[in-house]
Structure formats: structure tokens, C-alpha cells
């Protein structure tokens, strides 16, 4: 039963996952290429008669930054997917609610890396991290399924204790 409950709140917290997937960009974005507005969309919505399950759009204040750094800001949420991976560590030192809630929040960085990874589509994260990096989507695919292959460890260590 746990196990069901577990799931259910993961892809609860899929949801605010968004949110944060979202500004990683937006903060990025304005760091490294000041933009002057933004908007996030944290839920499914057609952009450019397309379907995105969410987006961040901005308008750069004058020239845009290098490509290099434009690749950055399309990676710019692995490193808050990592950081809730890195979490499951500090969750296994605690206990009670506050550790059951830690281990459900950093889960849905884990989704959010996992479906990141997988890079289906020309417009993906990855995909456009990749070209402007100018390097295989598959070397940025595999480091992130090894992350979330961590992650999972650290998920299936707290339900063996």
C-alpha cells in the first residue's frame, strides 16, 4: 500500500517539479543572457501550434547570449534534478514525516530528470542543449539516466530500511 501512496504523491509532486523545471531556465536565462520578461506555463498548453507539457519564454533585452550559453540555460534544470538527487542522502539521516516528505518531493526531480533524459522530441531540453553545445544527446541522456539510476537506489534504500 505504500508503495501506491508513494507513486501517487511522486507524480503530485511532478506538478510543482514543473514550476521549479521552468524558472531553472528563466533564472539561468537571466543570469547569463538578461532578459527583460518572462513567463512561465506550468501546465500542458500549445505554443506555436505545438503541444508542450510546460514552458518558459522570455524575450532577450538586446542581443542574444552565445550559443554555449544558451545551452546552458536549456540544462540549467539538471542541476535542480541533482540537487534533489543529492537530497535523498540528507533524507536518510532523518526521520518521521519530514524524511517521508523529502523522499516525495526529491522523487519528482527524479521524474522530472528521468522524462528530461529521454529527449523524444527536436524541441526538448536536451535536444537543444545538445545541438547548441554542439555534442551527442546521447552522452547528456546517459549522464542523467545514471543519476536517476542513483536516485532510485536512494529511493529503494529508504523502503528497505
Known amino acids: 500500500m505504500i508503495w501506491i501512496l508513494y507513486c501517487a504523491f511522486a507524480i503530485v509532486t511532478?506538478?510543482?517539479w514543473n514550476v521549479i523545471h521552468e524558472m531553472s531556465h528563466v533564472l539561468a536565462a537571466k543570469m547569463l543572457g538578461h532578459i527583460k520578461s518572462w513567463v512561465i506555463k506550468p501546465y500542458p498548453h500549445i505554443y506555436k501550434?505545438?503541444?508542450?507539457?510546460?514552458?518558459?519564454?522570455?524575450?532577450?533585452?538586446?542581443?542574444?547570449?552565445?550559443?554555449?550559453?544558451?545551452?546552458i540555460i536549456s540544462l540549467a534544470p539538471r542541476a535542480m534534478d541533482v540537487v534533489a538527487i543529492e537530497l535523498l542522502i540528507v533524507a536518510a539521516f532523518?526521520?518521521?514525516t519530514l524524511q517521508i516528505l523529502l523522499l516525495i518531493f526529491c522523487s519528482g526531480g527524479i521524474i522530472d530528470l528521468f522524462v528530461g533524459s529521454?529527449?523524444?522530441s527536436e524541441n526538448s531540453?536536451?535536444?537543444?542543449?545538445?545541438?547548441r553545445l554542439k555534442?551527442?544527446?546521447?552522452?547528456?541522456s546517459v549522464v542523467g539516466f545514471v543519476f536517476?539510476?542513483?536516485g532510485a537506489l536512494?529511493?529503494?534504500?529508504f523502503f528497505i530500511n
Open 14 to 16: 511532478m506538478f510543482l
Open 94 to 96: 532523518l526521520s518521521g
Open 154 to 157: 536512494g529511493v529503494l534504500a
Open 135 to 140: 555534442t551527442d544527446p546521447w552522452k547528456l
Open 148 to 150: 536517476c539510476f542513483w
Open 49 to 71: 501550434k505545438h503541444f508542450r507539457f510546460a514552458g518558459a519564454y522570455w524575450k532577450w533585452n538586446e542581443n542574444p547570449p552565445s550559443e554555449t550559453k544558451r545551452g
Open 125 to 131: 531540453d536536451l535536444k537543444q542543449a545538445a545541438k
Open 118 to 120: 529521454i529527449g523524444y
